[in-house]
């Protein structure tokens, strides 16, 4: 929102409407207590959406609340839809139906009275508008605002280039990424005429500048008041409405925005072409009506409009008796992004007949801009509405719509499928009408360890008081940094020219390789990393140098006017194939086996060869890369403020970076608004780079990256292909079993051979193949160095195992829950494939418990049935275990420690190596420190993680933070608690504070260090055996999923999870992991695509592109249940860790989608095991359903595309 277009207006922040220190508002409350929030980095944005609904509806309802939600992406926060619907209903969260999470007693109620009023002199101000025009002048911009409609067309007649700025969704878009720039910007958000509301006998009149929101409304009035037969253009555009953008942006987008950005896919230009509906426009020579048709749009972004004109407003017309109008849209996600392809469709029949009139069908997503398929209405017309017009319109429509071999946004088959299915979805709407049939779509104490303690930072997340870390006040003298990076996948640098960009205003300096004081590389697995590149570039989006300047504008465009001049060098290598025809490896190379799969493979009934793709993942953290560091030079101290998961792994880089011992670099971490392991070494190389500009320029200097830049930068999970050889018995038993991973590296090696010799480790989950071989390599490549992501390569090395054992069920025809419990689920006390001994006897209750619970052997014919009954719509159900080993897998990364200070006041002071980053890991600690103190929590604080308070860190990360820092903590309490027994026995009624008191008299230290030396581990890859974790956390998931084979649209109708997590410190905390581990496996298997261009550079860098799951895509009915009865003696308390291994349960989903295609294949004649990469996008499923609209289009045009790559997906 431009600061200029508040004039006039009250902005409420979350700060406004309640803090901790005088009041809370109800909605920051709840969320806090009833465990809505994690890292916290997103609440603020989740509290206002819900605030802002219930100022507007105090009694919303569930469908309210999921609206008002739905922009907003999840990344770990699942809980905050439960939170939000206690205030419709209240309920109650049980686990195993004992604990109660929250109480709807201890919440405060809503009260609208005590709500802030809108500023009186605003509303005076309002009523008694100005009367002049309002000009704002920036350094490269002048902001005009008249007042009056004659103003504004004089201003149009000036200035024709000028944008006209509503509510700025696009021409704001254009600005910060595009780098666009409009001397003049005319916002005629005052002008009335924009604003008028219009209900006709023959339609509504609905003025250019009212928003989406405001459109929504006055159509949802029409529909209530008039009759059916007249609203079918209003129901439709609703129907688009609701999907376009998210509540935030349709409150400020405006329908005369929407016309005249004339975007290829928008959703409300076909709709209103097909619902004939006209503008009225308005120029200083007068005003002129056209229709809103296929002439209109004429190319690219491109309409009718002349440069000096305005749109005064859309006539929409009521629908005629005999009339049908439709919409639809099929997107990546529900809400919030923009439509793969868009509808709208009009069909007008003879009276009292099904023969057609008149037809209209227009497409968004299929061309340059809005596409009407007039020649398929035409053929159309005059004919009954019956299958052989069907037929004759796909005929036209197959060729009519031409998407071009390199169409802007590839997908080309899909979309090309997605005109006929969604034409289809038309048709038997319309004969539902005609049949007058209801159309049936069937969417549709005291010691707190154990309790569901709500997150220590809750409230100041809710709040929006938590300080992350680009919210520290700007220094004296600060700069910031901005990153020039790499436009080639591999060159040489022949020259770094800086000289324009040090003209530039306000650029301080230019830090270069040359600028680095101590060592110009970093090694975080043995092999160097260069902090700056200095000769060679090998990939898209590698740090060349980096522009400080005076402010972040600034240095952004110093850094774009910064020249850098390469030779491209041959031999790039962008997928694991090239990397493999190339022997282009990081050594060393991992194997692990048991058994003669040789032998086995001739004892096997069958053999299967198969293979998967697993796409790479982006980290997503809503907090991006973020570090400010502070130079005190005169003792060659540094501070660094970062938001990193490894603060000692930032000490020790920087140190190394700028030649000074450790002693004088401290890190500090007072939380991290997400992480997901991509805040290990990625935010070290950054911090260092910082560091060097601090050095250099003695200057604070801050360097926060933009979405687009984290994204392109700092790499993601490793893509992965893997290939098996699969030998089994005809009663399922798996006897052999060769596995290849070839693993997507990137341009460095980062931890790149850790994650494949983890993904070897687990390559078993959770089954006893007697003959069992993996091979893994990480392949060099030029992309982004991939890296740490939660599951550490698990997840992608699961899912080959688990697609393996699919295959083996459906080459045998059994249920795949079949082969995996009864043939080869580990059983009795068992030997892992590396020898390790342990009792799987969890993982066996759990896989008994999720059946029970999921209802499995009733939902699996009812499923059936559905199947048999729908030819569109498929149903599929899958069951998936993990065995997760946790921790490092390495004894010295076990180790932590802490240090607990107990002030005079009796107020205690926790520091510990781990970072909270949303997982609460503070939270579990403190619980620990009362438990062992025995003191309430309110005394306990954490206040940050510091390399001066706690040294020698390790990670935060392998779901091992609580179990290592909470017995650092523990070790710190005992210490303590020892002390003062003396104090306590000679004053048992005492209180903690007078022990305290006494004890500081006595000259009793109140200070203690803890430590956690961790269990002894080993894995020798020679001898192929170890004991690489002391225990295994276990878990099982059902999922069931709809799918639309039409569209490839699918929802996840239920997910049921047993987990076994020993005993939970705090089963809020940890449920709240659970269900976002889900979605972020969910996210990883079925919807988040990285796509390149065939250089190697990374198209999707934003949210825009890139879609992680939504709070639409939460399953329907998803319930956890945490195993009763389990410990385990390895870990605090006898709990265990869970931060990583549900994230692979995601993939019950996109098995449950290949069991609905194997439904829709099934129907066209098709069996047996099938291709289907992950993420299992909408595109991917509808494609692998084999439609006849699929076949139609493959049949005509696969030849063409067969050779040609338009977008080459990340592996
Ligand atoms: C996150 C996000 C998600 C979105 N999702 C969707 C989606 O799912 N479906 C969809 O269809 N759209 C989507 N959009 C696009 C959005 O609907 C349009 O950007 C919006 O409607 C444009 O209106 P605006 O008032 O913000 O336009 P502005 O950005 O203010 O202006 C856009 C252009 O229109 C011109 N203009 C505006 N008003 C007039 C007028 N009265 N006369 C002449 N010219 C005028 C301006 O000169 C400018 O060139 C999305 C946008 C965002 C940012
Ligand atoms: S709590 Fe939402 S991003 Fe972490």
């Excluded at 017309?381 to 802007?408: I, M, Q």
Aim: with cysteine.
């Amino acid at each position: 929102m431009p600061i200029c277009q508040l004039h006039g207006a009250a902005v409420t922040t979350v700060e406004g409407i309640g803090n901790t220190k005088t009041r809370l508002h109800p909605v920051q409350e709840r969320i806090a207590k009833a465990h809505g929030s994690q890292c916290g980095f997103c609440t603020p944005g989740m509290v206002m959406s819900m605030y802002t609904l219930l100022r507007n509806k105090p009694k919303p309802s569930m469908e309210d609340i999921t609206e008002a939600l739905g922009g907003n992406m999840l990344t770990h926060t699942h809980s905050v839809i439960h939170t939000c619907k206690t205030h419709t209903i209240y309920i109650y969260v049980c686990v195993c139906g004992k604990v109660e999470l929250f109480r709807k007693e201890d919440l405060l109620p809503l009260d609208p009275t005590q709500d802030l009023i809108f500023p009186p002199e605003l509303i005076r101000m309002a009523e008694s508008p100005e009367q002049t025009t309002q000009k704002f002048h920036g350094e490269r911009m002048t902001w005009i605002s008249p007042i009056t409609l004659d103003e504004l067309v004089q201003l149009k007649t000036q200035y024709p280039q000028a944008p006209v700025v509503m509510g700025n969704t696009n021409v704001g878009l254009d600005i910060k990424f595009k780098g666009v720039l409009h001397p003049i910007i005319i916002s005629p958000t005052r002008v009335r005429e924009l604003f008028g509301v219009e209900q006709r006998p023959e339609g509504v009149c609905i003025g250019a500048g009212c928003s989406l929101s405001t459109v929504q409304s006055v159509l949802e009035r029409c529909v209530c008041s008039l009759p059916a037969e007249h609203t079918q253009t209003y129901a439709a555009l609703l129907g688009q409405l609701r999907h376009v953008g998210g509540q935030q942006i349709r409150n400020v987008a405006t329908l005369g925005g929407n016309v005249a950005s004339a975007y290829p896919n928008s959703d409300l230009n076909p709709i209103l072409a097909a619902g004939r509906c006209s503008l009225l426009l308005q120029t200083k020579e007068g005003k002129r009506r056209v229709p809103l048709d296929k002439d209109f749009f004429v190319g690219f972004r491109k309409t009718t409009l002349r440069p000096d004109e305005l749109v005064l407003s859309v006539f929409i017309p009521i629908s005629r008796k005999g009339e049908v109008v439709r919409a639809f849209r099929h997107a990546p996600r529900k809400t919030n992004a923009l439509p793969t392809v868009t509808t709208g469709m009009r069909v007008w029949f003879h009276d009292g007949s099904d023969v057609v009139r008149e037809m209209s069908v227009y497409y968004g997503g299929v061309g340059a801009c809005t596409f009407c398929a007039e020649r398929t209405s035409q053929q159309v017309t005059g004919r009954p509405w019956n299958e052989a017009t069907l037929n004759e319109a796909y005929r036209v429509l197959v060729d009519e719509v031409t998407l071009g071999v390199s169409a802007p946004g590839g997908q080309v088959v899909f979309r090309r499928s997605l005109t006929l299915s969604l034409f289809f979805r038309f048709y038997l709407h319309v004969l539902q009408y005609l049949k007058d049939m209801d159309a049936v779509e069937v969417r549709s104490a005291q010691d707190p360890v154990g309790q569901p303690v709500p997150h220590s930072s809750a409230l100041t997340h809710a709040t929006g008081e938590a300080v992350y870390c680009d919210d520290i006040p700007h220094m004296n003298r600060e700069v910031f940094l901005s990153l020039v990076t790499s436009t080639k996948a591999h060159a040489k640098i022949i020259h770094i020219d800086v000289s324009r960009a040090l003209d530039m205003p306000g650029v301080v300096d230019v830090i270069t390789a040359k600028d680095i004081p101590g060592q110009k590389f970093q090694s975080f697995t043995g092999i160097n990393e260069e902090v700056l590149v200095e000769e060679e570039v090998t990939c898209v989006g590698q740090i060349i140098c980096a522009v400080v300047a005076d402010t972040k504008q600034h240095g952004k465009l110093a850094a774009a006017a910064l020249k850098v001049t390469y030779e491209d060098l041959p031999d790039r290598i962008f997928t694991t194939e090239e990397a493999v025809e190339q022997c282009s490896f990081y050594a060393p190379q991992r194997t692990l086996q048991r058994g003669d799969i040789h032998m086995a493979f001739q004892e096997a009934e069958h053999i299967y060869e198969g293979e998967i793709r697993v796409g790479g993942q982006e980290h997503f953290y809503m907090e991006t890369q973020s570090m400010l560091v502070i130079p005190a030079r005169e003792q060659k101290e540094v501070k660094v403020y970062l938001s990193t998961q490894h603060p000692t792994c930032a000490q020790m880089s920087v140190a190394e970076t700028l030649g000074i011992p450790a002693n004088r670099v401290s890190c500090h971490v007072k939380r991290v608004g997400g992480a997901f392991g991509g805040k290990i070494t990625k935010a070290s190389i950054l911090a260092c780079i910082t560091a060097v500009a601090a050095w250099k320029t003695e200057r604070p200097v801050r360097c926060v990256l933009e979405r687009g830049e984290d994204m392109l930068i700092t790499g993601g999970r490793h893509p992965v292909l893997g290939k098996y050889k699969v030998g089994f018995m005809n009663d399922g038993k798996i006897i052999a079993a060769d596995v290849h991973y070839f693993v997507n590296a990137g341009n460095t090696p980062d931890e790149s051979v850790l994650v494949v010799e983890k993904m070897l480790v687990q390559l078993d989950n959770a089954y006893n193949i007697p003959n069992l071989r993996g091979q893994s390599v990480a392949c060099k490549t030029n992309l982004p160095s991939s890296t740490a992501f939660r599951g550490f390569g698990v997840p992608q090395s699961m899912v080959v195992i688990e697609n393996m054992i699919h295959d083996v069920a459906m080459t045998l025809g059994r249920p795949a829950e079949e082969v995996r419990d009864r043939m080869n689920l580990y059983k009795g006390l068992s030997r892992t494939h590396y020898k390790m001994e342990f009792d799987p006897e969890n993982l066996h209750c759990c896989w008994v418990e999720c059946k029970k619970r999921s209802e499995l052997g009733r939902r699996r014919p009812a499923v059936a049935e559905f199947n048999r009954r729908n030819r569109w719509k498929k149903r599929g159900i899958a069951m998936v275990p993990i065995k997760y080993g946790v921790g490092f897998g390495h004894s010295f990364l076990q180790q932590a420690a802490a240090l607990v200070h107990i002030y005079k006041d009796g107020s205690v002071l926790v520091s510990h190596g781990g970072i909270e980053m949303g997982q609460g890991l503070h939270t579990k600690v403190q619980q620990v420190v009362s438990r062992e103190l025995n003191i309430p929590l309110s005394l306990i604080h954490i206040s940050e993680t510091c390399t001066s308070a706690v040294p020698n860190t390790n990670p935060t990360a392998a779901s091992f933070g609580t179990d290592a820092n909470g017995m650092a903590v523990w070790d710190a309490c005992q210490t303590l608690y020892k002390r003062l027994e003396p104090v306590r026995k000679k004053d048992p009624s005492g209180t903690w504070k007078s022990w305290i008191a006494t004890a500081f008299q006595e000259r009793i230290s109140l200070s203690a260090t803890g430590f956690y030396r961790g269990h002894e581990l080993s894995m020798d890859w020679q001898k192929q055996e170890g004991r690489p974790y002391t225990y295994f956390t276990y878990a099982v998931c059902c999922s069931e999923v709809e799918l639309d084979c039409l569209t490839g649209e699918y929802r996840t109708v239920r997910a049921d999870i047993v987990v076994d997590i020993g005993k939970s410190i705090n089963p809020a905390i940890d449920i709240g992991q659970i269900k976002g581990a889900f979605m972020q496996g969910l996210g990883l298997y079925t919807m988040e695509e990285l796509k390149f261009s065939p250089s190697g550079s990374l198209h999707t860098r934003g949210p825009g592109q890139y879609k992680i799951p939504a709070v639409c895509d939460v399953p329907l009915q998803f319930n956890v249940y945490l195993l009763p009865g389990s410990q385990n003696p390895f870990a605090i308390y006898s709990s265990k860790g869970i931060g990583e291994p549900i994230v692979f349960l995601g993939s019950s989903v996109f098995f449950a989608m290949k069991e609905a295609i194997t439904a829709a294949r099934t129907d066209v004649g098709l069996s047996g095991p099938f291709p289907l990469r992950t993420p299992a996008t909408p595109e991917h499923a509808c494609l692998a359903c084999n439609t006849h609209f699929n076949q139609m289009v493959r049949h005509k045009f696969v030849l063409l595309y067969q050779d040609v790559k338009c977008v080459l997906v990340k592996d």
